[in-house]
């Protein structure tokens, strides 16, 4: 749970801010919710950190941690529920329905990353960054994306894809997001909670990131995964000045 010492305010896009220190970041990202993707599906969330960092290749002690500790509670999951009713996946495939995607055909990347555990391909090394976004996203089983805040605008809006948008995929061709749960700014989508685009994908030049959680259930495991995701974005990633809320 969230400590009460950092319950700053509700603003008036009922965004709950939790940051704890001002320094350090260039410029707060401010991201709204689409009314119309409330309409549709009035538990979205989304929780947010922005930080300084340093990306690097990998960290060793994570990797550890993952093989050890999360796959064996993932493999338990998967046992327990079966991938598609794992706690916020199931959520996350609803709501993808209610958007009008086929949740089958376009997997919430948590759901993907899970599966491949599960089938024992393991995952891919990408870097410090990249790697404990996917941590989070396995724990908390929400899609968690993460983005170089130097490349994308100030103001964003989680939204539904439009009809015919698509965008250039990470490691793939094009891709169409429409209908899909997307993150955009004034120059167009970014990314979304099924894959993101190459425009500001996380590399070892990115001194600031954007890394966002995107939920779709009406629990408390949001705020749950804001706690733990702080404290392995600090450890594995050397993640500072770290500025975090909820929308």
Not at 95 to 113: N, T
Not at 225 to 235: I, P, Q, S, T, V
């Amino acid at each position: 749970m969230i400590e009460k010492a950092e319950m700053i305010s509700k603003d008036t896009d009922n965004a709950t801010d939790i940051t704890e220190s001002k320094k350090g970041v260039d410029t707060m990202k401010h991201l709204q919710i689409d009314p119309n993707m409330k309409a549709l599906w009035p538990a979205t969330r989304v929780g947010c950190f922005q930080y300084s960092v340093q990306v690097e290749k990998k960290n060793e002690e994570m990797w550890k941690y993952l093989k050890k500790e999360i796959f064996k509670k993932v493999k338990d999951a998967i046992f327990d529920y079966g991938v598609n009713e794992i706690p916020n996946i199931k959520e996350s495939r609803q709501a993808y329905k209610a958007f009008g995607k086929d949740p089958s055909r376009y997997r919430v990347s948590s759901e993907a990353l899970i599966r491949r555990i599960g089938q024992g391909k393991g995952l891919y090394e990408v870097n410090t960054v990249v790697d404990v976004n996917n941590l989070i996203s396995i724990q908390s089983g929400f899609s968690v994306g993460s983005y170089d805040a130097g490349k994308i605008g100030a103001e964003l809006i989680f939204r539904v894809g439009r009809d015919n948008e698509t965008y250039k995929g990470i490691g793939k061709d094009e891709i169409k997001i429409g209908g899909l749960p997307v993150l955009a700014d004034d120059e167009g989508a970014i990314g979304s909670s099924t894959s993101d685009s190459e425009r500001a994908m996380i590399t070892e030049e990115a001194a600031e990131v954007l890394t966002l959680i995107y939920s779709f259930s009406e629990n408390q495991d949001l705020e749950q995964a804001m706690e733990y995701g702080k404290k392995y974005l600090e450890k594995y990633a050397g993640a500072k000045d770290i500025q975090r809320w909820i929308v």
